[in-house]
């Protein structure tokens, strides 16, 4: 079988940390070929290494054999080799066709050609089954779309090894079927695929063999029609792993957060993004708000937390009125929120590991007098939540945000959070990205909340999670609650109907006060 590419022996070294340790991968042509490990252990370095974002301490690459040296993604493009990252490259003011053709335009005396290019490209979205509207905006169009055209610009520059890194992170499960339809028609053209992941599901649904990285060490290259999901996610964690959540029936207690009639209305249109919400949340119970997502969740979300407007309704922890209380208030009051954008919403990327642990605290009179920080008491509260959390980090409390891996990322948010022992704990997408170590983790954390008496609102898009975790799913549909399900009695099948909108319960079922 002869190989495409062949990466042989890879090292690279960063400051405290051997990303990738002699590391060998190998892709087939016309194979699609999973990458597979927990995060942080080296699966996006390799990548990059290969992509020509970094250059490897030792090791060599060969493509049909031969040795390449790869400087920049300029020589990677040159050698046919693409990459879609996992936080999209686009000029979000262009076009589509406008990024697609982005640093290969065809010019003639210094004037734009943009009819052939256009031609090419609704060839090829015919070709391949990925349509796109080449005059939108990127900033209007859906990650569904954006992802489209990320994977048309690797066509257009006829790459034929073509990398994807954690494609399906922020995709919707419709979407997903989608991407694994388009990658197999990529791969059945002839194309050779790697594919960045952690979920077991997708590489058992498309990949014909998978590479498993742990901790920056190569373990094994397997068949995947030769191995179940309970062996792969052991060789990426290294011991076994409970895929399914285990919890006991919970003491439900008084409510903690009353939503009442909430509407939040679109700024453009005067559409309502969120139609007149209620619902409650009460202690020691987990409520999901399951949907297709951009169906209000992320508005509803920064109304409670005080995140965005709200045009009318109200909302009450504890019996007390919090509907205009600024963020820092509702803290102080009990509730926590786990946002769904970690960079944007969750961290301060450019603050280190410590500073980001404390952003909830550091005003209070244990760490700062008359303004000046106590920063042995950070410090010592820091590493108190890096070990309880298991935190992991090249360089400890002063680790930059920015250069964490994700998953350890979210952990410092779940940490500060869970921490600052809340009332109610809003956790947007907790295991967006994640890797099974990481969620099962981050499930055991949010049952234990609850199995403590404490109220959660948990808005997912993984289905599994939702019917899972929860002890009771609203349906999100066009910003209304369609259902008020119990997850013991509805099937999979059945959520995805109401989350499609093809159905609803009558409005006498759904009774917002038992």
Known sequence: MEHIIEMLHITKEFPGIIANDDITLQLSKGEIHALLGENGAGKSTLMSVLFGLYQPEKGV???NGEVVNIKDPNDANDLGIGMVHQHFKLVHNFSVLQNIILGVETTQHGLLKMDDARKRVMDLSQKYGLMVDPDAIIEDITVG???????????????????????????????IEELMKIMRSLAHEGKSILFITHKLNEIKAVADRCTVLRKGKYIATVNVNEVTKEDLSEMMVGRKVNLNIEKKTTQVGETVLEV?????????????????????????????????????????VYALTGMGPISSGSIA??????????????????MAHIPE??????LVLDYSLGENLILKRYYTKEYQNKG????????????????KFDIRSGQGIKTPARSMSGGNQQKVIIAREVDLDPEILIAVQPTRGLDVGAIEYIHKQLVE??????????????????????DRILVVYEGKIVADLNPKEVTVQELGLYMAGSKTQLKSEVNTNE
């Open 61 to 63: 690459i060969k493509k």
């Open 372 to 387: 000046f920080i106590n920063f042995q008491n950070i410090e010592k509260y820091a590493n108190k939540l890096i070990d």
């Open 449 to 470: 909340e609850r199995d403590r008496g404490k109220a959660i609102l948990l808005i997912s898009l993984e289905l599994d999670e939702v019917m899972n975790l929860s």
């Open 145 to 175: 779309m954006q992802q489209r055209v990320e994977i048309l610009k690797m066509l257009y520059r006829d790459n034929e090894i073509l990398i994807f890194d954690e494609p399906t992170a922020v995709l919707t499960p419709q979407e």
């Open 317 to 334: 922890l504890n019996g007390a009125d919090i509907t205009h209380d600024s963020i820092r208030h509702r803290n102080i009051k009990g």
């Open 260 to 300: 009442k009639d909430l509407s939040v209305n679109s700024t453009e249109n005067n559409k309502k993004l969120v139609d007149n919400v209620s619902f409650n949340v009460k202690k020691g119970e987990i409520v999901c708000i399951a949907g297709i997502d951009g169906n209000g969740q992320s508005e509803l």
């Open 341 to 346: 954008d970690r960079h944007k919403d969750g």
